[in-house]
């Protein structure tokens, strides 16, 4: 099978900016591919990198696309290297909506877990998510002074209704004594703070894994499991905690499944800022593979409206 080719880049800046330990984010760049098959059927892919989380950058998956041919075939897309994760999942998830009506997305009657601001923003703002239906909520933590985090989270628990759930989202920004510090806060709490996600950076996988043991709060993995090489890594090293997945830069969809569904992994899926089009064949995969039911990330919606 042979499919007509092309792309195009495309920017959004977001309604405010994105904080994490990483930084300030503030537009949103992605590329939008279209495959056509020889019947004229027209399907759609997006590319959308994170280089700072692990994957290639929008500047390599736009020479990427530039060299390719405008026609292509399976077998160029499953060639597409292991470096370059998110035009794996762009390309291949254009592929397989070929297979299906577009318009059916298996949901599976998912539960979306909404976005708050970092820092103190966080207490004005999450009654309008509660509002929209929201009871999963993932709060960035490793912004500021830990005192001052703490002081913020206490205000924001003693308001939350005792029926919501909470992420705390460290993006790797704590130091092993501010992880213990955060994981001995929320002991008390284990019934509302879901888990605590990538408190320390990628190369402390062996001391993540250990306060994983040590605590009964929940740990999940998120940078450290960017790309689905470093999920098979983690997983060879005994990761069994949570393993929080985005579809959008992990790369392959096939291989993704076959991992997920050899090893039963419990997974969290959540969003890379992609449009409706990436957005789709991510919740499509979730739908398929969250076995635990955990709410996905993608309540982030209001960073676009």
């Known amino acids: ?24 984010w503030e537009i949103r760049e992605s590329i939008i591919i279209r495959l056509i098959d020889v019947t ?13 989380f692990g994957s290639e950058t929008v500047e390599q998956a736009l020479k990427f696309c530039h060299q390719l041919p405008t026609e292509i075939t399976p077998e160029i897309i499953f060639d597409i290297p292991d470096k370059l994760p998110a035009c794996q999942f762009g390309f291949e998830s254009a592929l397989e909506n070929f297979q299906e009506k577009p318009e ?22 999450w009654t309008s998510l509660w509002n929209q239906g929201y009871k999963t909520f993932k709060w960035k933590i490793g912004v ?8 913020i989270f206490n205000s924001l628990i003693q308001n939350l209704p ?25 002991e008390s709490l284990k019934n509302r703070i879901e888990f605590i996600e990538q408190p ?21 993995l998120d940078e450290s499991v960017a790309t689905l090489q470093q999920l098979e890594d983690c997983y060879k090293q005994g990761w069994r905690g949570i393993f929080v997945i985005k579809p959008g830069i992990v790369g392959s969809p096939s291989r993704l ?23 789709q064949a991510a919740l499509k995969l979730a739908g398929e593979l969250s076995r635990n039911h955990r709410a996905v990330g993608f309540g982030i919606n209001h960073y676009f409206i």
């Open 200 to 220: 320390l950076p990628v190369d402390k996988f062996s001391e993540m894994r250990e306060l994983s043991n040590d605590y009964d709060t929940k740990i999940a």
């Open 162 to 186: 005792n029926s919501a759930k909470l992420r705390l989202d460290a993006n790797g920004g704590l130091s092993y004594q501010e992880a213990k510090l955060w994981l001995t806060t929320c």
């Open 104 to 125: 059916f997305i298996n949901y599976q009657n998912l539960t979306y877990s909404g976005l708050l601001p970092a820092g103190e923003a966080v207490l004005n703002q």
């Open 257 to 279: 499944r076959k991992f997920c569904q050899q090893h039963q992994i419990d997974v969290v899926f959540s969003s890379v800022f992609e449009t409706e089009i990436g957005r």
């Open 144 to 151: 500021d002074e830990i005192s001052k985090e703490l002081n």
């Open 1 to 24: 099978m042979i499919y007509q080719f092309s792309f195009r880049p495309i920017s959004q800046k977001f309604t405010r900016p994105v904080i994490t330990n990483h930084g300030i």
């Open 40 to 52: 004229g059927r027209v399907r759609w892919g997006e590319i959308s990198p994170i280089s700072w």
